[in-house]
Each structure stands twice: as structure tokens, then as C-alpha cells.
T-cell receptor, first 110, second 112 residues
Framework: DTAVSQTPKYLVTQMGNDKSIKCEQN?????MYWYKQDSKKFLKIMFS???????INETVPNRFSPKSPDKAHLNLHINSLELGDSAVYFC?????????FGEGSRLTVL | DAKTTQPPSMDCAEGRAANLPCNHS???????VYWYRQIHSQGPQYIIH???NNETNEMASLIITEDRKSSTLILPHATLRDTAVYYC?????????????FGAGTILRVKS
């Protein structure tokens, strides 16, 4: 069983569209995260939720809206996609210590 | 912002120990040193972490200097599959508000 799973793995879309990436973890963790890795390979935290409550919200355009329907799920919705949104988005979860990452969702905006 | 400094790249011969250094001179007393790695196109993978004592697990050993201003990750017998970007991160432990901030990391190339 995959501990942290993301869907879709690949997403190609046009500028201006709205898209969502879903994340689920089966580790029983309370905290989940979204990270963005751009073409320069830097991993940057975007959001973190603890028990469905937003606890970290970095300087991210408000076109990005995370939603946590329950503590096992953290979805990322992106409105009005721009070319600069092209990146790999990683979901992660943590209990008391280390983070467990998903395999990433590669978003390409044309 | 990352609080650590790592060399941009290192090479290691297959079967030999890989020693990856990290400087974290501004580490505070309650902050841990974490190591993660990212193999090409995969999600980052946790390796090991420590506070002030040396630590060892099935993947690696972590040596932290007495003043805690630097540490070394040791992969005792590197294989080709250990080729990856290795990240050294300083973070408060067991507090959900503490972020894991990634720097540029060290690209380790294991060569046959």
C-alpha cells in the first residue's frame, strides 16, 4: 500500500484553466503538506494542515486553495493557471517527526 | 530560508563510504538535524535525524559535532542507487508548526 498517494501523476493543461491535485495518506498522520518543486529543483513549502486546520500558509497566490475534507486528505485546487505554475507538486504527511512524501504530480501549463 | 550549508556536489566510488558534510552554525538548542534525499523524479525520502548524539539506522549514520555546528551523513557502502540529492535540514522536532525548509542540497554521484 502506498503511504502517501497523489493523483494525477501528470497533468498538462492550458493557461487560464482550473485544476485540482488530490492527496491521500494512510499513515494515520495528523499533519499534511503541499510542496512545490520548480524547474530549478528548489522544494518550497506552500501549505500545511493539522487535523483539517490550516497552520502554514506561505506566500502563495490566492489562486492556490488547499482543502482538507478530513485529516487523511489534502487537495490542492489551482485557479486561472499560469505558465509559472508549471512544476512538480509534492504532498507529504507527518506524525510526530519525519515527513513522508508522495511521488509528486507534474503540472505542465501550456 | 535554509539554515544549512552543503557542498553542491560530490562523487563517491561504489562500495566506498560516502561522507556528506553539512554546516549549521546558527542551530538553536531545540533544533534537530534531519537528512532527506531525493532520487531523480521521486519524492524526498527521510534518512535519519539527530539532536546531539550520533545516530545510526539501516540506511546511514549521522555524526554531529560536539558544538552542533556541523554534521556528517555517512552512507557506509554506497551503491549506484544512492545517487541522489541529499538535503541537510535543521528543524524543531515534534511541533507541527515547524516547517521543513529545503536548501539546494548536495548532488551525490556514486560511480562504478
Amino acid at each position: 500500500d502506498t503511504a502517501v498517494s497523489q493523483t494525477p501523476k501528470y497533468l498538462v493543461t492550458q493557461m487560464g484553466n482550473d485544476k485540482s491535485i488530490k492527496c491521500e495518506q494512510n499513515l494515520g498522520h495528523d499533519t499534511m503538506y503541499w510542496y512545490k518543486q520548480d524547474s530549478k529543483k528548489f522544494l518550497k513549502i506552500m501549505f500545511s494542515y493539522n487535523n483539517k486546520e490550516l497552520i502554514i500558509n506561505e506566500t502563495v497566490p490566492n489562486r492556490f486553495s488547499p482543502k482538507s475534507p478530513d485529516k487523511a486528505h489534502l487537495n490542492l485546487h489551482i485557479n486561472s493557471l499560469e505558465l509559472g505554475d508549471s512544476a512538480v507538486y509534492f504532498c507529504a504527511s507527518s506524525g510526530a517527526g519525519e515527513l513522508f512524501f508522495g511521488e509528486g504530480s507534474r503540472l505542465t501549463v501550456l | 530560508d535554509a539554515k544549512t550549508t552543503q557542498p553542491p556536489s560530490m562523487d563517491c566510488a561504489e562500495g566506498r563510504a560516502a561522507n556528506l558534510p553539512c554546516n549549521h552554525s546558527t542551530i538553536s538548542g531545540n533544533e534537530y538535524v534531519y537528512w532527506y534525499r531525493q532520487i531523480h523524479s521521486q519524492g524526498p525520502q527521510y534518512i535519519i535525524h539527530g539532536l546531539k548524539n550520533n545516530e545510526t539506522n539501516e540506511m546511514a549514520s549521522l555524526i554531529i559535532t560536539e558544538d552542533r555546528k556541523s554534521s556528517t551523513l555517512i552512507l557506509p557502502h554506497a551503491t549506484l542507487r544512492d545517487t541522489a540529492v541529499y538535503y541537510c535540514i535543521v528543524r524543531g522536532h515534534m511541533e507541527y508548526g515547524n516547517k521543513l525548509v529545503f536548501g539546494a542540497g548536495t548532488i551525490l554521484r556514486v560511480k562504478s
